[in-house]
């Protein structure tokens, strides 16, 4: 059973940082896809950032038109952990954070939420004006 537990979320002003964690389970499969998710109150869950890995190497990095340029995704294989790197936040930033991961078949894109079938339990992001 592959497990994911978030941590590093928090309460900072506008233009802040955040990193945020995602600690991953050990699992065998070289072929996947670890996203980064955020739900707002009211709102429709949405993808953030994610990478592929192809036989066990990043493949691509995706990232929302929203957090180009201010978030980043990236991976510690030896430590089994994801990152996102938040920078300039802002106040629509807001949101529970939540990593995800999906194995193939792949059916939609990188932000699809209904692909992904591992989460993790979410880590709160609030970000004021």
């Known amino acids: 059973q592959v497990q994911l537990v978030e941590s590093g979320g928090g309460s900072v002003q506008t233009g802040g940082s955040l990193r945020l964690s995602c600690a991953v389970s050990?699992?065998?499969?070289?072929?996947?896809?670890i996203g980064w998710f955020r739900q707002a109150p009211g709102k429709e869950r949405e993808g953030v950032a994610a990478f592929s890995s192809v036989n066990g190497n990043t493949y691509g990095t995706y990232y929302a038109d929203s957090v180009k340029g201010r978030f980043t995704i990236s991976q510690d294989k030896a430590e089994n952990a994801v990152y996102l790197q938040m920078s300039s936040l802002k106040p629509e930033d807001t949101a529970m954070y939540y990593c995800?991961?999906?194995?193939?078949?792949?059916?939609?894109?990188?932000?699809?939420?209904?692909?992904?079938?591992?989460w993790g339990q979410g880590t709160q992001v609030t970000v004021s004006s």
């Open positions: 050990r699992f065998t499969f070289n072929n996947y896809y």
């Open positions: 995800a991961l999906r194995f193939p078949p792949y059916r939609g894109s990188w932000s699809t939420v209904s692909e992904y079938f591992y």
